[in-house]
């Protein structure tokens, strides 16, 4: 999948606002600061993307980015931000728990957490609903290079704890800093999103694989071992 291809398409603040033509989409989500945008600028290669998602009044909302036809990333609300009201993080928790309770395009999730706190409460929450829902699941440790070897080996143990049980969840050390731990990124997500449509095809003529993540191996749990200068 052509990730560099992103656009950013709608922000929707509720689960009827999502786009209805989506064949497959995988989800980011994390704490305020753990990462996230770094994450998916690093995989697009597109500093516009996390701006887009950073704009003001578009933090609380579920941003679209379309990758292939049919086929998005999907920004979740980043969770924790301090000036939030109580009576607004409510909200979007039940927004949020909707769009990942009820999205039926939703392939995997991607959990982007800081590798020097894993878990926080939110981690550990949304690792339970990936879990409830049996949906696939990749941890991304993100700030790998904030970690010396050890460090690094150690947050992946945790990750591997945490998952236990788990049939499609994975782990990986990450860096936005360094590009570290991309090419893994991208090989997970294309798995969960399908082949890419050919561009020169008619829709009509050839049928567009729309094969749900479901149906795609699993790849089971691979705590992926880092690469050896993620931490140098
Ligand atoms: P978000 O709130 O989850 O979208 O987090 P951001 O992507 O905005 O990142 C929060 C802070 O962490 C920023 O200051 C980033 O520069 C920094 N950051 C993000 N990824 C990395 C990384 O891989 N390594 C290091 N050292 N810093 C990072």
């Known amino acids: 999948m052509n990730y560099q291809a992103a656009k950013f398409v709608i922000s929707a603040a509720k689960l009827r606002d999502c786009p209805p033509d989506s064949l497959s989409e995988v989800a980011f989500a994390g704490r305020s600061n753990a990462g996230k945008s770094s994450a998916i600028n690093t995989l697009t290669r597109n500093g516009q993307l996390a701006r887009t998602s950073k704009t003001p009044g578009r933090t609380q909302l579920i941003n679209y980015f379309?990758?292939?036809?049919?086929?998005y990333l999907v920004?979740?609300?980043?969770?924790?931000?301090?000036?939030?009201?109580l009576s607004v993080k409510n909200d979007w928790q039940v927004h949020l728990e909707q769009y990942l309770n009820k999205r039926n395009a939703l392939s995997g999730l991607v959990l982007v957490t800081d590798i020097r706190h894993v878990f926080k409460d939110f981690d550990l929450m949304m690792i339970d609903w990936a879990r409830k829902r049996q949906l696939p699941l990749h941890i991304l440790l993100t700030k790998a290079d904030k970690l010396k070897r050890g460090g690094v080996q150690d947050a992946l143990s945790k990750a591997r704890q945490a998952l236990e049980g788990?049939?499609?969840a994975s782990a990986q050390a990450f860096s936005s800093l360094k590009r570290h731990g991309v090419d893994i990124l991208a090989q997970r997500l294309d798995g969960w999103l399908g082949e890419p449509v050919a561009p020169s095809e008619p829709a009509e003529s050839e049928p567009v694989d729309s094969k749900p993540a479901e149906t795609a191996p699993s790849v089971g749990f691979v705590p992926v071992v880092p690469d050896p200068d993620v931490n140098h």
């Open 66 to 71: 379309a990758i292939d036809e049919g086929r």
């Open 75 to 85: 920004d979740l609300p980043g969770y924790g931000y301090a000036k939030v009201p």
């Open 166 to 168: 788990m049939p499609d």
